[in-house]
């Protein structure tokens, strides 16, 4: 103890570690698994198939979000008999094995990375795993959370261990003031522009830096999520003060000693001064703008006064016939300003950004509005508890007023497994993490974006520079209210 | 899981990069609760035009490629979603191995978990199969995992590095969770001692 200073990363893992046999990867020991319906089915069969139990059913939990329509009628009548299968296992799985499930009625339901902190089961330094790769959200608590696949959801079933062999470390500092209008979600979509999709493979991120400090839980948790979308094995952020106020009194946070506690052991987390990181990159917060992406990876991104790029000027050929056919896909051509890009669809939504304060700053945006003409345009929430607090701000009806549909909790249209899709075509901003060709629909093109960009996109018809917005005063009275 | 020593196969060139897991199988396919018959979707939207029609220019759909067992692509390849469907339609297309300059992290132990070997090679290297396989017809390439190399019989010969512990598992078709539980005993009393940490509890 107490020799070489050490990253946030290494205290973690060193916690987990359950033994390092010669030659083989690391045992690592899991806290908990957060289980959904679309990943988990084969990895129970598999148990059932091999006699196996689950070893610990209390560091488990599910919840139904990937598939499930997000309206009431559709919820109560899944016509989708796959899909109605495919939650109809869980349940079942979740009662053989004894694992606690928020189903599509639970006040507790919705998107797994949405629930987990809400309900105060993420905490930091744990090691938390899910069939899902935006895990990597968790890490905004100082968590190494990351996703995985279905062989290894039933390995953490089985034995609540996973071998793992050490992934490198790369820490990101953000230095500065965010300028107005710029959010999380625009530091996230610079960093993957900048390093691109695959520029952190085998890397667990540490997000650090003023910029950082500064921001919400939620705004840590969206840059978080999106780690996965610079290749990267898990995002983490150092707990501090910001951290603990979230956490304390939430359903399962510790109470009383057990708190005080928690947080004496949760303080010694943060990385040590000194501590070497096999990577570092260094941002300035004030060069950032308001994002869009153009084209079929997260890593296409632009800023808003910018033109979409022009192929010709690509680094090789390689790149040239990506960025061609990126184009192709998108139906746009070199030298548009994506500011006169316009749209037929905004999903605000999915486990990057439906959190209370991202339906707060999309509404500010909205108030007073009207949703233009040629566009639809749908609210998601992240979650039944997100829902409810809405509502109770009136966040629903200065959506609804504006002409959005207010819908029931679910990842949604960020990858249109339920009925919430794009028809071939369609144009979308939204503030999901992903515009791979087909994800919210075959032929649907969607661009990425914060929610406050969705919200004026919608109203505009087109994409719009934050920064210039009216927000009209009814905002802060409707809000309010 | 079948182990892997040698393959002699077929190879196809898929010439793109960042393949994505949403390509390889899209999340339609998803629903399922079974872990095989994917084959049929894999890269369902590239394999079809707007209209549901075979697409007879991508190469998975090209007569000369049908029966390849070994896939060339681009860097980045199965980025994305951690989806495993991704691995089980390779898989069950008839996919054993992948050569690219480099792999997403979660779909390289999926792959792993299913059998499959991912070759990684420098660009360039990748480069001239993709073109060979394109050119030369009846492209076959042999992967040898005991000798870490591929060889196309010709004139391309290379070594690839692989993690020793992946390699004996592949060779032999172990099953990770027999593996891990052959440490049961000290993963008994590490359990016992790290449950006292109620600050690591998740309820």
Same mark, same amino acid.
């Given at each position: 103890?107490?020799?070489?200073?050490?990253?946030?990363?290494?205290?973690?893992?060193?916690?987990?570690?359950?033994?390092?046999?010669?030659?083989?990867?690391?045992?690592?020991?899991?806290?908990?698994?957060?289980?959904?319906?679309?990943?988990?089915?084969?990895a129970f069969e598999g148990l059932r198939l091999a006699g196996r139990r689950v070893r610990r059913p209390?560091?488990?939990?599910?919840?139904?979000?990937?598939?499930?329509?997000?309206?009431?009628?559709?919820?109560?009548?899944?016509?989708?008999?796959?899909?109605?299968?495919?939650?109809?296992?869980?349940? +079942? $799985?979740?009662?053989?094995?004894?694992?606690?499930?928020?189903?599509?009625?639970?006040?507790?339901?919705?998107?797994?990375?949405?629930?987990?902190?809400?309900?105060?089961?993420?905490?930091?330094?744990?090691?938390?795993?899910?069939?899902?790769?935006?895990?990597?959200?968790?890490?905004?608590?100082?968590?190494?959370?990351?996703?995985?696949?279905?062989?290894?959801?039933?390995?953490?079933?089985?034995?609540?261990?996973?071998?793992?062999?050490?992934p490198k470390t790369f820490r990101i500092s953000v230095e500065g003031r965010l300028p107005r209008g710029?959010?999380?979600?625009?530091?996230?979509?610079?960093?993957?522009?900048?390093?691109?999709?695959?520029?952190?493979?085998?890397?667990?991120?540490?997000?650090?830096?003023?910029?950082?400090?500064?921001?919400?839980?939620?705004?840590?948790?969206?840059?978080?999520?999106?780690?996965?979308?610079?290749?990267?094995?898990?995002?983490? @952020?150092?707990?501090?003060?910001?951290?603990?106020?979230?956490?304390?009194?939430?359903?399962?946070?510790? +109470?009383?000693?057990?708190?005080?506690?928690?947080?004496?052991?949760?303080?010694?987390?943060?990385?040590?001064?000194?501590?070497?990181?096999?990577?570092?990159?260094?941002?300035?917060?004030?060069?950032?703008?308001?994002?869009?992406?153009?084209?079929?990876?997260?890593?296409?991104?632009?800023? @808003?006064?910018?033109?979409?790029?022009?192929?010709?000027?690509?680094?090789?050929?390689?790149?040239?016939?990506?960025?061609?056919?990126?184009?192709?896909?998108?139906?746009?051509? &070199?030298?548009?300003?994506?500011?006169?890009?316009?749209?037929?669809?905004?999903?605000?939504?999915?486990?990057?950004?439906?959190?209370?304060?991202? #339906?707060? /700053?999309?509404?500010? @945006?909205?108030?007073?509005?009207?949703?233009?003409?040629?566009?639809?345009?749908?609210?998601?929430?992240?979650?039944?508890?997100?829902?409810?607090?809405?509502?109770?701000?009136?966040?629903?009806?200065? *959506?609804?007023?504006?002409?959005?549909?207010?819908?029931?909790?679910?990842?949604?249209?960020?990858?249109?497994?339920?009925?919430?899709?794009?028809?071939?075509?369609?144009?979308?901003?939204?503030?999901?993490?992903?515009?791979?060709?087909?994800?919210?629909?075959?032929?649907?093109?969607?661009?990425?974006?914060?929610?406050?960009?969705?919200?004026?996109?919608?109203?505009?018809?087109?994409?719009?520079?934050?920064?210039?917005?009216?927000?009209?005063?009814?905002?802060?009275?409707?809000?309010?209210? | 899981?079948?182990?892997?020593?040698?393959?002699? /196969?077929?190879?196809?060139?898929?010439?793109?990069? $960042?393949?994505?897991?949403?390509?390889?199988?899209?999340?339609?396919?998803?629903?399922?609760?079974?872990?095989?018959?994917?084959?049929?979707?894999?890269?369902?939207?590239?394999?079809?035009?707007?209209?549901?029609?075979?697409?007879?220019?991508?190469?998975?759909?090209?007569?000369?490629?049908?029966? /390849?067992?070994?896939?060339?692509?681009?860097?980045?390849?199965?980025?994305?979603?951690?989806?495993?469907?991704?691995?089980?339609?390779?898989?069950?297309?008839?996919?054993?191995?992948?050569?690219?300059?480099?792999? /997403?992290?979660?779909?390289?132990?999926?792959?792993?978990?299913?059998? @499959?070997?991912?070759?990684?090679?420098?660009?360039?290297?990748?480069?001239?199969?993709?073109?060979?396989?394109?050119?030369?017809? $009846?492209?076959? #390439?042999?992967?040898?995992?005991?000798?870490?190399?591929?060889?196309?019989?010709?004139?391309?010969?290379?070594?690839?590095? *692989?993690?020793?512990?992946?390699?004996?598992?592949?060779?032999?078709?172990?099953?990770?969770?027999?593996?891990?539980?052959?440490?049961?005993?000290?993963?008994?009393?590490?359990?016992?001692?790290?449950?006292?940490?109620?600050?690591?509890? &998740?309820?």
């Amino acid at each position: 103890m107490g020799t070489a200073p050490k990253t946030l990363f290494e205290k973690v893992w060193e916690q987990h570690v359950v033994i390092e046999p010669k030659g083989e990867p690391t045992v690592l020991y899991i806290d908990l698994q957060l289980l959904h319906e679309v990943t988990s089915p084969q990895a129970f069969e598999g148990l059932r198939l091999a006699g196996r139990r689950v070893r610990r059913p209390d560091r488990s939990i599910a919840t139904v979000d990937h598939n499930v329509p997000t309206t009431i009628e559709g919820r109560l009548n899944i016509v989708d008999q796959i899909a109605a299968t495919q939650i109809a296992t869980l349940r +079942k $799985n979740c009662a053989d094995f004894g694992i606690e499930l928020y189903d599509v009625n639970s006040r507790e339901q919705g998107i797994v990375h949405v629930i987990g902190p809400e309900l105060g089961i993420t905490k930091p330094g744990m090691t938390i795993v899910c069939g899902d790769s935006h895990t990597s959200t968790h890490g905004a608590f100082g968590a190494l959370a990351f996703g995985i696949g279905t062989s290894e959801v039933e390995h953490v079933l089985a034995t609540q261990t996973l071998p793992q062999s050490k992934p490198k470390t790369f820490r990101i500092s953000v230095e500065g003031r965010l300028p107005r209008g710029v959010t999380a979600k625009d530091i996230i979509l610079a960093i993957i522009g900048k390093i691109g999709t695959d520029g952190a493979t085998g890397c667990v991120i540490e997000y650090a830096g003023s910029a950082i400090r500064e921001l919400s839980m939620e705004g840590r948790m969206t840059i978080c999520n999106m780690s996965i979308e610079a290749g990267a094995r898990a995002g983490m @952020i150092a707990p501090d003060e910001t951290t603990f106020a979230y956490l304390k009194g939430r359903r399962f946070s510790p +109470k009383g000693a057990a708190w005080d506690e928690a947080v004496r052991e949760w303080s010694r987390l943060p990385s040590d001064p000194g501590a070497k990181f096999d990577r570092e990159l260094v941002i300035d917060a004030g060069t950032l703008v308001p994002y869009v992406s153009w084209g079929t990876s997260p890593g296409m991104v632009a800023p @808003i006064t910018d033109v979409v790029p022009d192929p010709a000027a690509a680094l090789n050929e390689q790149e040239r016939k990506s960025l061609e056919r990126a184009l192709e896909y998108m139906g746009l051509q &070199a030298g548009t300003p994506l500011a006169d890009v316009s749209i037929d669809r905004v999903f605000i939504g999915s486990c990057t950004n439906s959190r209370i304060e991202d #339906l707060r /700053a999309a509404a500010r @945006i909205a108030a007073g509005y009207k949703v233009s003409t040629h566009v639809s345009a749908m609210v998601v929430p992240g979650s039944q508890q997100v829902k409810a607090q809405a509502e109770q701000e009136g966040l629903d009806r200065v *959506f609804r007023e504006a002409g959005f549909e207010w819908r029931e909790p679910g990842c949604s249209m960020c990858l249109g497994m339920n009925p919430d899709i794009l028809s071939p075509g369609e144009r979308c901003a939204s503030t999901s993490n992903r515009n791979f060709e087909g994800r919210q629909g075959r032929g649907g093109r969607t661009h990425l974006v914060s929610p406050e960009m969705a919200a004026a996109a919608a109203i505009a018809g087109h994409f719009i520079d934050i920064r210039n917005w009216p927000v009209l005063d009814v905002a802060s009275e409707e809000v309010k209210a | 899981m079948q182990p892997f020593r040698t393959l002699a /196969a077929l190879a196809v060139p898929l010439d793109r990069t $960042n393949v994505d897991t949403d390509q390889i199988i899209p999340k339609q396919f998803l629903k399922r609760i079974e872990r095989s018959g994917y084959g049929e979707f894999l890269f369902f939207d590239w394999r079809r035009t707007a209209n549901g029609e075979p697409d007879l220019s991508f190469p998975l759909n090209e007569p000369r490629y049908q029966g /390849a067992q070994i896939l060339i692509a681009g860097k980045n390849f199965g980025c994305g979603s951690s989806r495993e469907h991704a691995a089980w339609a390779l898989s069950d297309f008839g996919f054993r191995a992948v050569i690219a300059p480099t792999f /997403a992290d979660i779909f390289f132990s999926n792959a792993g978990k299913n059998g @499959i070997v991912l070759v990684k090679l420098d660009e360039e290297q990748v480069n001239s199969l993709l073109e060979n396989a394109k050119k030369i017809p $009846n492209y076959r #390439l042999t992967v040898s995992l005991e000798e870490q190399t591929v060889t196309d019989g010709r004139e391309f010969n290379a070594k690839f590095d *692989f993690d020793p512990f992946r390699k004996f598992c592949l060779i032999e078709g172990l099953d990770d969770i027999g593996l891990t539980l052959r440490h049961a005993s000290a993963l008994d009393a590490y359990e016992k001692k790290h449950d006292e940490a109620g600050w690591l509890r &998740a309820k």
